[in-house]
């Protein structure tokens, strides 16, 4: 590790601790979203970052790169026009089965030596790696840093009774210094599924900047529909995401209250939109529910809904609950693992329903809807429990697990 003692070697006076932060590529997710976050907040007293990128996306280079913080370096690891060949494919899709195949092979000829040479070269130059979807496993653990791998999934929806996975992944998880879970149910997960065997469990949480999501929500936009509505923000993949639950609640909604004023506005993209358009229509619905695609800025959407609804067969910690709790949102989350049940305290900041149940989520919309008390209350509350994972508190949950990886270094937080 490049203790405090080497930065001096390596030509590094500044006594801030320096944190290299890596994933593999940005696209439209959550994961995006929740390292875009820490890059905003993090303590610039106490921690230099640099960003890594294995591969520059064209979400990457056309929205996200002009939103991180000028002090954060940003590096390409693939930064040879021919180590992008295939990339450029699968972005454009248009990438075949047998240029899946020429890939992978690339992959492991020629981009994965290249990758583990620049990281090494990175490494000199930084105390922490934190790996942000752990897309570089097979490195962890090298170069002589502490290595953070950070997990934004279930364990158990993911990985559950999948042996062979598990075994392979506890062997590359194991070369971690320590593995972050982002609520208390995951760290139990990891835990009980890897038997006790990994080096540290962190519970650190998706942070969020409450200031910038409520200057984000007071932006001047065109409104998403003419009337009131209810809104999901959520990538359109019905693996997770489960839109069919909620376009099916909707529906019934709708039919039981004929003057039922809330349309749907659905925010999001994805290879699913079309085949939701289809049911949308087939449902009857299809007039009332507006998809407004990817949006840059969801917050200003959001802020003008009556409820924001999150239907998920599975989360890690969704950031758009606790961004609508920020904006002083009512919501209702199915109790996926994991996640929502944490965030909403067991209902007591909002209501949750049980996965796949169109019913009850239906039962859910109607009684916030017509439930001025109801509704009001989870208003009152939405922002103090929003502010447990505001600035502040995430920073001093990053210092304490910052301060537990360099502890087993012999090196110190700034």
Not at 146 to 156: E, Q
Not at 204 to 214: K, Q
Not at 282 to 301: D, E, M, S
Not at 380 to 397: F, I, Q
Request: glycine share 8%.
């Amino acid at each position: 590790m490049a203790s405090l003692a080497s930065r001096e070697r390596v030509g590094q006076s500044s006594p801030r601790v320096s944190v290299l932060f890596h994933v593999a590529d940005f696209n439209d997710g959550g994961i995006e979203s929740s390292l875009m976050q820490w890059l905003r907040i993090f303590d610039r007293a106490r921690f230099a970052v640099t960003l890594s990128v294995m591969f520059s996306s064209p979400a990457f280079e056309q929205r996200f790169r002009a939103q991180i913080p000028a002090d954060v370096t940003v590096e390409i690891l693939t930064n040879k026009p021919w180590l992008n060949v295939f990339q450029k494919r699968r972005y454009a899709h248009t990438l075949s089965k047998l240029g899946r195949v020429g890939r992978d092979v690339f992959n492991t000829l020629a981009v994965r030596p290249h990758v583990k040479a620049r990281v090494a070269e990175l490494a000199l130059r930084h105390d922490i790696i934190i790996d942000f979807d752990m897309s570089l496993r097979r490195l962890a653990g090298r170069f002589g840093n502490a290595w953070l791998g950070v997990n934004h999934f279930s364990f158990d929806a993911r990985l559950g009774g999948r042996r062979r996975k598990m075994k392979r992944l506890l062997t590359q998880y194991g070369r971690y210094d320590g593995i972050a879970a982002l609520n208390r149910h995951m760290a139990e997960e990891a835990t009980a599924l890897f038997h006790g065997r990994l080096r540290n469990v962190f519970v650190l949480p998706n942070a969020i900047d409450i200031d910038r999501i409520r200057e984000n929500a007071a932006a001047a936009e065109a409104p998403p529909c003419p009337g009131p509505y209810i809104v999901s923000v959520a990538r359109l993949d019905e693996i997770q995401k489960d839109h069919r639950t909620l376009l099916r609640a909707y529906a019934q909604l709708a039919a039981k209250h004929g003057d039922l004023e809330e349309d749907l506005v659905i925010v999001g993209d994805g290879g699913f939109r079309a085949e939701l358009e289809a049911l949308a229509a087939k449902l009857g619905v299809g007039a009332r529910v507006h998809f407004t695609g990817y949006r840059n800025n969801p917050h200003a959407i959001v802020a003008g809904a009556s409820a924001l609804v999150l239907s998920s067969r599975y989360e890690g910690m969704p950031m758009v609950l606790l961004e609508a709790l920020a904006l002083g949102k009512p919501v209702i989350s199915t109790d996926c693992p994991t996640g929502p049940r944490e965030i909403l305290d067991d209902g007591k900041f909002g209501l949750l329903v049980p996965v796949g149940d169109v019913d009850a989520m239906a039962h859910a919309i109607s009684r916030l809807i017509l439930d001025d008390a109801l509704r009001d209350g989870f208003t009152r509350t939405a922002l103090a429990r929003a502010r447990e994972y505001g600035v502040d508190a995430s920073n001093e949950r990053f210092v304490a697990c910052m301060e537990r990886l360099l502890a087993g270094r012999g090196s110190e937080v700034g």
